[in-house]
């Protein structure tokens, strides 16, 4: 059992203990537990979603088989699938964080993670940078063809389009 729901677990079961407190305020400073626990709500959403999405499929494939003349609307199937599939993402990435962490062990990773933290400050200005610069090219391109091209008809289109 990971080290947080072994904690979360004597938590909820054992509240009248005088060690409860001590445990919680551990089990708190870490930020590794806070990344574990993203990952167990995330896999609880996503499997909630991926049985959303799979019941909102068969009704839209039950419509369809009962009116296969008319037109079917495919947008609410379309909603479920992007936002399972944007869920699996935040998975995999806090994951990848997480097997990062178990590498900085290895004397390369141990060394690029230093480059890193020395020019962070200057990392930090350039992303900044190139979020300002982006959005104003995003706001032009949508100001400029909004109207016009169905590419450029919200924020989010544009961004996609660059």
Known sequence: MPDPLYH?????????????????????????NYVEVIIIVLSYVALA????????????????SENLDKYTNYMSFAYYDEVYWYIIG??????????LRLLRFNKHIKHFAGTLANCRRELMHFGVTFALLFMAFTCS??????RHMLDFHTIITVMESL
């Open 90 to 99: 935040a998975i995999v990435f806090t994951c990848n964080i997480k097997f």
């Open 8 to 32: 979360a677990h004597h938590l909820l079961h054992d509240p009248g203990n005088p060690q409860v407190p001590q445990r919680a305020k551990r089990l708190l400073k870490s930020t590794w």
């Open 49 to 64: 979603m991926f049985i959303l999405r799979e019941i909102v499929a068969r009704v839209v494939l039950a419509d369809l």
């Open 141 to 146: 391109g949508y100001l400029l063809f909004g």
